[in-house]
């Protein structure tokens, strides 16, 4: 069994995530120094983030990362909340759902995850960030609540009595009268 340490923490003894990065892994995985900020990223996360280079994410806020909003359409303030919460509790952190602005007011929706980097001594020295693009899952469950808020005003404004009946018989749903 795996405990909780040696699953939710990376020992920076083991370089498993540069080797990673750099043999352009699957993955989009980011490099976040406890005080030098990111340090370094693959090439599914500068495809997944839109930006070229590392400097990029280390540009002021208002320039890269203000591209960047939470599932209510709110700017996220760099650096994203998962980065802070690995940094100082030395724990996992994540899933966070962040957008991603694109052109056209469309949205590329990430779930962010972090893990520690712990250095020698025992101390969280870096973050290493993962992103998955869950932009059809998204946008999937917004289609499926609004379905849900349109027919639950279909119901609020019926006069007649309705019952919704699932194949198996159960009452779904009703309208009061």
């Known amino acids: 069994m795996t405990s909780e340490t040696s699953r939710d923490r990376v020992s920076s003894s083991v370089p498993d995530y540069a080797t990673l990065a750099a043999n352009g892994s699957a993955a989009a995985l980011v490099y976040v120094d406890a005080t ?32 960047f909003v939470d599932e209510d359409g709110r700017s996220v303030q760099p650096p994203p909340p998962v980065v802070n919460e690995v940094l100082v509790t030395g724990r996992a952190g994540g899933p966070l759902i962040v957008g991603r602005r694109l052109a056209q007011d469309r949205t590329q929706w990430l ?17 290493i960030l993962s992103f998955v693009d869950v932009t059809e899952r998204q946008e999937s469950r917004r289609a499926e609540q609004a379905a849900a808020a349109e027919l639950r005003s279909v119901f609020e404004a019926m006069n007649d009595g309705v019952v919704v009946q699932s194949a198996a018989g159960a009452i779904d749903r009703k309208s009061v009268v």
């Open 36 to 67: 030098d900020g990111p340090r370094w990223m693959n090439p599914a996360a500068a495809l997944l983030l839109g930006v070229d280079d590392i400097d990029q994410l280390r540009r002021p806020a208002g320039e890269v990362l203000s591209a």
């Open 111 to 127: 779930e962010v995850s972090g893990r520690p980097v712990l250095e020698a001594d025992g101390r969280v020295g870096a973050a």
